[in-house]
Nanobody
């Protein structure tokens, strides 16, 4: 049982930056993989990034690679997504996800999902 709450979404101009945060509870935080998905209007949910329980392994979609950074602070039970060089195509609802492995997160089979936070990038 894991509960996830996202925060940090909002409006930003193209080229700007935004930092999303996810607060987790209900399970030993360091033992669970965390990730982010996003969903734009009319589109399927898309994998963005994932991080292992230890923080030693990270994974990114091609669109996120080089621009986004996923991190975690196990002492605070949080996982963040630092987004830079934002583009209008990044506009979506961003969801925090959790599962036992980063593999399950990457293939979209996360056991737990947050409620989502809206990110809007203006041109």
């Amino acid at each position: 049982q894991v509960q996830l709450v996202e925060s940090g979404g909002g409006l930003v101009q193209a080229g700007g930056s935004l930092r999303l945060s996810c607060a987790a509870s209900g399970r030993t935080f360091s033992s669970i993989a965390m990730g982010w998905f996003r969903q734009a209007p009319g589109k399927d949910r898309e994998f963005v990034a994932a991080i292992s329980g230890s923080g030693r392994n990270t994974y990114y979609s091609d669109s996120a690679k080089g621009r986004f950074t996923i991190s975690r602070d196990n002492a605070r039970n949080t996982a963040d997504l630092q987004m830079t060089s934002l583009k209008p195509e990044d506009t979506a609802v961003y969801y925090c996800t959790a599962d036992g492995t980063t593999y399950n997160l990457r293939i979209g089979s996360a056991d737990y999902w947050g409620q989502g936070t809206q990110v809007t990038v203006s041109s």
